[in-house]
């Protein structure tokens, strides 16, 4: 591990008040941003959005859906990290397209058998996990998953729940990345989750089958807006080896 990452994440805070008279740059937090998309995500599914709020009034209504805790309210820019997993035939159809384009036209005879396998898992497999009608197939696949489990380890997170969460896991890992990168760059944020989520949703013009997230709000930190020291609970009580 690199000296710059310990010292992000060393100075990495959840700062909840910034100091009113410090810019930030909006392009560094784009290019923190664009590194928050290489983060880890299921299946390279990639089913997140990221808006980047720079406009002073859709700031000061976000801060109103954010509950006007302080972390909102003083910010200077905010991003809103959204899962998108209604777009999972989309992302599916760039990562074939990714594929062919590496493994080129060929005859299906031609393809490897890692090659075969990478475009069967996209082409058959997450449409079959990604599929649903009103929870139903997802509990089908479920009892499935349970059955086969029986005789041998599987996969069985396979209910619409379990999906909602495998996306927003993928979205989490990105949050943390974008974060980290903040603090690199010596910016500060808070990751909310005491949101309205509907509001935000309408403000930002989002479809009903999107979900929030969190919300993430930047700027420089006032040393008040540090709540006292970081605690965490002795390393000893949540770690084991075995």
Not at 77 to 106: P, T
Not at 124 to 143: C, E, R, T, V
Not at 147 to 176: C, E, W
Request: glycine fraction near 4%; aromatic fraction near 10%; charge should be positive.
């Amino acid at each position: 591990m690199g000296k710059n990452l310990i010292e992000a994440i060393n100075y990495r805070r959840s700062v909840r008040v910034y100091d009113s008279q410090k810019e930030i740059d909006s392009e560094i937090v784009k290019k923190c941003i664009q590194q928050a998309t290489l983060a880890p995500t299921s299946s390279n599914m990639q089913l997140w959005e990221f808006h980047h709020i720079t406009s002073k009034d859709i700031l000061k209504k976000l801060a109103i859906a954010c509950l006007n805790q302080n972390a909102a309210t003083t910010a200077k820019q905010m991003v809103v990290i959204v899962v998108r997993k209604d777009l999972w035939k989309q992302r599916i159809k760039a990562n074939l397209n990714n594929l062919n384009a590496i493994y080129g036209e060929k005859n299906k005879s031609e393809y490897s058998s890692r090659e075969k396998f990478a475009k069967n898992y996209y082409s058959k497999l997450m449409p079959i996990i990604y599929s649903d009608f009103l929870g139903i197939f997802g509990y089908l696949k479920f009892a499935f998953s349970w059955l086969t489990g029986l005789f041998k380890p599987t996969y069985r997170q396979l209910r619409n729940s379990d999906m909602r969460i495998v996306a927003h896991k993928s979205a989490g890992l990105a949050a943390q990345t974008f974060m980290l990168s903040m603090a690199a760059e010596k910016y500060d944020t808070c990751p909310m989750e005491g949101i309205d989520s509907l509001r935000i949703k309408k403000l930002l013009k989002l479809p009903l089958s999107s979900e929030i997230n969190m919300v993430i709000s930047c700027g420089i930190r006032k040393p008040e807006g540090i709540y006292g020291e970081r605690f965490r609970i002795p390393f000893e009580k949540v770690y084991q080896q075995w």
